[in-house]
């Protein structure tokens, strides 16, 4: 029976042991390799090769499980890379589809070739002129796609020369693909770096930058040099690091103090090593809903055959994209479209927000508006939908209501009832009367 007990307790171990080496399992990346084609010159611009590869992506180098799965018929043997992990961030769940998955992780992967950084804001992160012996070897920098942009990395690797087994030595990574915010709120663009610390290119300083593109329009928001601990002096007014947390944990976030619509567009994120580079794109939206107004407020009281214009006024919205209706609410809780009226064209305020105006002729007669109701001005934004409205009262229509002939019934009781009342007392006073003239001739 203790025999028993001992083969139960330890399957079940092994079970959740199993279980749990699945549900953190790193994944078998599908991936372009692409590398430029040899034999073209002339100065023109070098045509690429593409070939289909396959990454085995684990944490521990002396793993490999991974290489016993067997290879596509489409994916040539000699494509086929082990990449050694130890952050585990290329472990992260939305490059590890469920098998079968229909959607999957974009992956590229290119030849890189180290160099010395040259960047002028910071200090030299090479200081020697030789270049190691330690990069004599194969180089690549490769990019990741995480499913449903809840990650993008940058990776450069390394492998002895015609090696398959490569090391990461750099990774710059953001879960903040892509991000909407609103106007004066803080915004946190997210970026990490991690360096093997076993490289000789670990300790020997970075550099962060971050710079925004925008419809062919670029500026620097800001750099850091790691090295002497230095900002670049072309730093964007309320754009920051938490410079403790880069220095412990690699974290080169940028934080936006107060969300302008200048901000939107698309940032990168770059962070220099020693002949190392690596980097990091998200976009930047900002999004903020309109204000309505309607003009006239309130609306005059409107007779059949008059026309009535009314204007609202859509103002303080980003992005420009926005549709404009209204709709008439009546008395008995029913609603009815009356199209988009006459739109202006945009204008743009100060501090980048749009504004636009629809006109709405309201013909009482041709509209067939009743006794009125709540006439809505609707817009629809990105930023969600907004209402206005504004009561509309038509008097003098030709078909009374069930209200006001409730109404009507209950005046004419009223009326009925004084009547009758101013009889009775009349008709009693001159009988008192008559009475007193008798007595006084008696």
Known sequence: ?????????????????????????????????????????????????????????????????????????????????????????????????????????????????????????????????????????????????????????????????????HDVILTVSSKTVSVKARLGEPVLLDCNFWVDPTSPLSGSGFAVEWRYQFRGDGRLVLA???????LADAQEEGATLDFESLHEKGNASLILQEAKVRHSGLYICTTYLPYLVAQVAMELEIVEP??????????????????????????GFAPLSLELSWELKGADGSSRPLGSGSISGHKQAWDGTYSQTTRLELDTTALDLGRGGELICVAAHLGGTRQASVTLNVIGFSAPSIEDSMAMVGVALVLYGLIKFVSWTVTSSGSDEAATKDKKDK
């Open 1 to 165: 029976m203790t025999d028993f007990s001992t083969i139960y307790k330890l399957s079940l171990v092994t079970v959740f042991g199993l279980v749990q080496a699945c549900s953190s399992s790193c994944p078998v990346l599908e991936c372009w390799f692409v590398q430029e084609k040899a034999g073209r010159g002339g100065g023109l611009t070098a045509a690429t090769s593409q070939e289909k590869s396959l990454l085995h992506i684990r944490t521990d180098a002396h793993s490999r499980s991974a290489g016993s799965q067997k290879v596509p018929a489409d994916i040539n043997p000699d494509r086929v890379y082990f990449v050694t992990d130890p952050a585990a961030t290329l472990c992260h769940s939305s490059l590890n589809p469920p098998r079968g998955s229909v959607n999957k992780p974009q992956c590229e992967i290119n030849p890189f070739l180290p160099q010395p950084s040259s960047l002028k804001w910071a200090a030299p992160l090479t200081d020697s002129a030789l270049s190691p012996v330690y990069l004599q070897a194969d180089w690549f920098s490769t990019s990741y796609q995480g499913l449903k942009k809840q990650l993008t990395v940058s990776s450069i690797t390394r492998a002895p020369t015609a090696s398959k087994e």
């Open 224 to 230: 850091y040099d790691g090295k002497t601990d230095r």
């Open 290 to 315: 309109p204000s309505l107004s309607i003009y006239p407020s309130p609306l005059p009281l409107a007779v059949p055959g008059q026309t009535l214009t009314v204007q609202c006024e859509a103002s």
